[in-house]
């Protein structure tokens, strides 16, 4: 058995790898990252979550709120609240990341088992197909928008959009938009985590500064902020609490997927200090700033426009000279290229590598992540606010229950101690027998049901609304219990 070495700091290495090196367990994306190599600062930390907060989903939530009846401060109030809340397992699952140096699908094999892992491996990773999905399409509507206006620069006003037809009633170019930004998503991956860090260092105060310009040109068209913020809710009293609660829901549901693979960004973290203080001053403040933002950009339309515009994409295609077109449309690429890459290719890329180590890289797997992104037709997901909401709300049920039992299994179970190398063995103390960890897969089914049991049983169907709630207490409490009988295989001191 290899010696494990602990740093001063708390972070733990191998000081040999030749016995994880040969287990089909491993490969090179796996593998736990040296200490020296762990290089990540609390800029980064910061800058990977602005930048993945100042995008058009973010700006789309705060006006999907808006739409569902909210006011301006009910909505920024509820996104704030859900962010603040999501904060808490998004911490508590980094630690492990940071002390380890382990992606999250690794340390999923802890509670999971070696084998069982790849349950709450895949089921995350489809959710993040979802998302990488919605995000290119955003993207390539954005590309589309661009090329528009390239064309119109060159004299040619309206060409673009009418140039090969339409396909499923959308512009044939809108398609080809669709699968160029997809590409270019694809030829990121395949460059490295490097690159992708070197990408959020600078995206994120660039689309920080054109986005507070974008605000700008709303408060003047609007005549001040006076006539912006005066303007009311449908919802008062009573009406709005059951609108309330399914939305706080979906706050928390749309960082519910990072809320479990931030160990594939933290085993990079310098130091346990570093990674947390980097998220908690940008997270929530990134994300109430930029739905801020939103909010103030979309009840400003309804001033100027007659009618609320939640949609950036169809906001700037309303402006009339091309040059401002163009550069809004630059930065809307640049915003959803960036958290594309970051939060939803990164994780499921390790988590089919995790599926597969010997026959699946990390590049083999964001490709996989992109294909499958496409057949989840995300123009779908993004035809109404009540649509996209009601997605992030039913996602958030399956990925509570998983950040539950990983949660209780590290901080309660197993009191922060892994066996590092048994991480990566098939014959190692989480093999549990068969590679499943039986408690943990029947504590997951528990927490589900009752997350999404109220869309199939009508009884149950109230529980819906709180699904990240139902079933991270749910399934956590359950396994917990079934721990509590059973001796974990690695609470014993480490060597």
């Given at each position: ?224 902020l006076g006539p912006i913020l ?242 991270a207490f749910g399934g956590g ?19």
């Open positions: 058995m290899a010696t494990e070495i602990n740093h001063p700091d708390g972070r733990v290495e191998l000081a040999d790898d030749a016995r994880i090196v040969a287990s089909p367990l491993y490969n090179h994306d796996l593998a736990p990252v040296r200490v020296k190599d762990r290089n990540w600062s609390t800029y980064n930390y910061a800058a990977l979550w602005v930048s993945m907060a100042h995008c058009i989903p973010t700006y789309m939530l705060a006006s999907g709120l808006m739409d569902k009846g909210m006011s301006w401060s009910q909505a920024l109030w509820t996104i704030a609240l859900g962010n603040t809340i999501v904060l808490i397992p998004i911490l508590l699952n980094s630690h492990p990341g940071t002390r380890y140096g382990i992606p999250f699908p690794v340390f999923a094999r802890a509670a999971y088992g070696t084998v069982g892992s790849n349950l709450p491996a895949l089921l995350r990773a489809l959710v993040a197909c979802g998302w990488f999905g919605i995000q290119a399409w955003i993207g390539g509507a954005a590309l589309n928008t661009f090329f528009a206006s390239l064309w119109n620069l060159m004299g040619r006003p309206g060409a673009w959009q009418g140039l090969l037809g339409s396909i499923g009633g959308y512009p044939t170019t809108q398609w080809i938009s669709f699968l160029l930004f997809w590409g270019l998503n694809i030829l990121i991956v395949y460059r490295g985590m490097d690159l992708l860090r070197r990408v959020e260092n600078w995206a994120a105060p660039f689309v920080l500064v054109m986005t507070a310009a974008l605000v700008y040109w709303a408060i003047q068209a609007a005549h001040g005066s303007q009311p809710g449908r919802l008062s009293g009573g009406a709005f609490w059951p609108v309330f609660f399914p939305s706080l829901t979906a706050m928390v549901g749309y960082w519910a997927t990072l809320s479990l693979n931030m160990p594939d960004f933290t085993r990079f973290g310098r130091s346990q200090r570093e990674q947390a203080f980097g998220q908690v001053v940008a997270l929530p403040t990134t994300m109430t700033l930029f739905a801020g933002m939103g909010v103030v950009i979309t009840s400003a339309t309804a001033i100027i426009y007659g009618k609320a515009i939640w949609d950036p994409v169809v906001l700037v295609g309303q402006f009339k000279h091309p040059l401002v077109v163009l550069v809004s449309m630059f930065t809307i690429v640049v915003a959803t290229l960036s958290v594309n890459i970051a939060a939803n290719v990164v994780s499921p890329a390790n988590d089919f590598a995790n599926a597969f180590p010997k026959w699946i890289s990390f590049k083999t797997g964001g490709l996989i992540t992109g294909l499958i992104g496409i057949v989840m037709m995300p123009w779908k997901l993004l035809e109404s606010g009540d649509r996209y909401i009601g997605w992030l709300i039913t996602l958030s049920g399956g990925m509570g229950t998983i950040a539950g039992v990983l949660i209780v299994d590290y901080w309660l179970v197993r009191n922060k101690r892994l066996q590092l190398e048994d991480l990566y063995l098939a014959d190692g103390v989480y093999t549990y027998g068969s590679g499943w960890n039986p408690r943990a897969v029947i504590a997951t089914l528990f927490g589900c049901a009752l997350a999404w049991g109220g869309l199939f049983i009508p009884p149950l169907e109230p529980l819906v609304s709180y699904g990240w709630f139902v079933g409490a359950l396994y917990l219990a079934l721990s509590r009988g059973a001796k974990a295989p690695s609470v014993e001191v480490q060597h």
